[in-house]
């Protein structure tokens, strides 16, 4: 992973090799979330990327809520 000054304008080959190096780590299940910390990015920038690069982004985790039993 190439070193980025944080804040600093992604783009051209440098941007496609970052997008290449984002999906392979989002596919092998880490979060928008840890990308970003881990790439000193912002977390909008992580998803647009991948949006982008045409990612098939999951849904939100977590706990879900059903309907209660008496409703």
Request: charged share 35%; no cysteine.
């Amino acid at each position: 992973m190439a070193v980025l000054k944080k804040g600093a304008r992604i783009t051209g080959a440098e941007r496609n090799k970052l997008a290449v190096d984002l999906k392979k780590q989002y596919d092998k299940g880490k979060s928008i979330r840890e990308l970003a910390d881990s790439h000193g990015r912002s977390y909008g920038f992580v998803h647009r990327v991948l949006s982008e690069s045409g990612v098939s982004l999951r849904g939100r985790g977590g706990a879900t809520r059903s309907r209660s039993k008496g409703k």
